[in-house]
């Protein structure tokens, strides 16, 4: 597929994971139109639209599905701040898996990050109350149900207040400001992909 294309993009707060708002309502909000100008790709899963981080966006439909499948069990790497400090019991359950509308999650592995790691400003910034700590959870899954890390959280009694997604199996935010996208190079790519469709990149 030599004219394909997969990019990298560090989606900011407030901006929905497609290309159009099928909202009917007269307020405008931001998609990845506003920001990705290349034609006919398609955003392998979804972000939702008060979560920040790392999307990855292809034409090649094959690539599309074998990411969003769960059978494939790509990882993908989260930075959640929570309300208040969690206990070894919630961490605890949160690595087993955790009931949600019916459904069990999968094992994950979860583990609080011994500072706040650097991230650009929020706007908006999360509301603080005062005399309530936070905590900074790095939790990674390998199945994307919808908004699955904030249910998990609030089922365990610690409510997410930021979101952000920093990896995708080997493929990180670095480099990258929210906003900003760049192509995979081909070792990046050659890595997502099966033995038998392996793509070097000219």
Known sequence: MSDRRDILFYKPYGVLSQFTDNDASEVQRQTLKNYITVPGVYPVGRLDWDSEGLMLLTNDGRLQHRLSNPIFEHPRTYWVQVERIPDVAALQRLQLGVKIQNYQTRPAQVQILPTEPLLPPREPPIRFRQNVPTAWLELTLTEGKNRQVRR???AVGFPTLRLVRVAIAHLSLDGLQPGE???????????????SAKYERR
Not at 181 to 195: F, G, I, Q, V, Y
Request: hydrophobic fraction near 50%; avoid cysteine.
């Open 152 to 154: 998990m959280t609030a």
């Open 181 to 195: 996208w760049r192509d995979l190079t081909a070792t990046e790519l050659n890595l997502l992909l099966p033995k």
